[in-house]
């Protein structure tokens, strides 16, 4: 039973450019969710997709976009890059309403430089 | 909105003792899930236990128990019987959308 995969696993990029994240959920369910994680901090929520819709957001800027497509998976888009966005991006997967609990992938880490 | 606070930057234990990770949280649900999440170096997330808010049973998972004090906003995790294996940082994190705090990190002396 396959897990949640995240792609790629490492990835750098220039201040300025715009970068695409991706994220297959564990089979079986429907809910993506993703998380930004400096180093030494906790996971941060940025936002969630539910039925290819957006369904909650945490307090990120409109720079930081998403999508889910109707098999589940999910993009994470980050425009105009800032060096403060290199982090561990983490998506976890779930099955709603009943919160059984998240499923997280190993996370892509962003460098920017 | 939910927050969460982890007090403890750091904890130690000694192999087969036991530990207990605190954590509180302040949220306006009245019906929510609380986690325990584990990361070791290999940075997956892995879920440790869960419990829901509406249950007044603490929820077990063999070494692992917690603590759930509703009316103190408290959820803290007890490991027995530790093991190297567990070494890891540990996050607390509640609500639907799973808010986490900033994690303790757990070191297992052998």
């Known amino acids: 039973d396959a897990g949640v995969t995240q792609s790629p696993t490492h990835l750098i990029k220039t201040r300025g450019q715009q970068v695409t994240l991706r994220c297959s959920p564990k089979?079986?369910?429907?809910?993506v969710s993703w998380y930004q994680q400096a180093l030494g901090q906790g996971p941060q929520f940025i936002f969630q997709?539910?039925?290819?819709?957006?369904?909650q957001r945490g307090n990120f800027p409109d720079r930081f976009s998403g999508h889910q497509f109707p098999n589940y998976s999910s993009e994470l888009n980050v425009n105009a890059l800032l060096l403060g966005d290199s982090a561990l991006y983490l998506c976890?997967?779930?099955?709603?309403?009943?919160?059984?609990?998240?499923?997280f992938g190993s996370g892509t880490r962003l460098t920017v430089v | 909105a939910q927050t969460v606070t982890q007090s403890q930057p750091e904890m130690s234990v000694q192999e087969a003792e036991t530990v207990t990770l605190s954590c509180t949280y302040d949220?306006?649900?009245?019906?929510?899930?609380l986690f325990w999440y584990k990361q070791p170096p290999s940075r997956q997330m892995i879920l440790v236990i869960r419990?829901?808010?509406?249950?007044?049973q603490n929820a077990t998972e063999n070494r692992f128990s917690v603590n759930f004090q509703k009316a103190a906003k408290s959820f803290s995790l007890k490991i027995s019987d530790s093991q190297l294996g567990d070494a890891a940082m540990y996050f607390c994190?509640?609500?639907?959308?799973?808010?986490f705090g900033k994690g303790t990190l757990l070191t297992v002396n052998p």
């Open positions: 976890a997967s779930s099955l709603l309403p009943v919160n059984y609990g998240y499923t």
């Open positions: 419990q829901e808010a509406y249950k007044q």
């Open positions: 994190g509640g609500d639907y959308k799973l808010t």
């Open positions: 949220t306006s649900e009245s019906d929510y899930y």
């Open positions: 089979s079986g369910h429907d809910t």
């Open positions: 997709y539910y039925e290819e819709e957006e369904r």
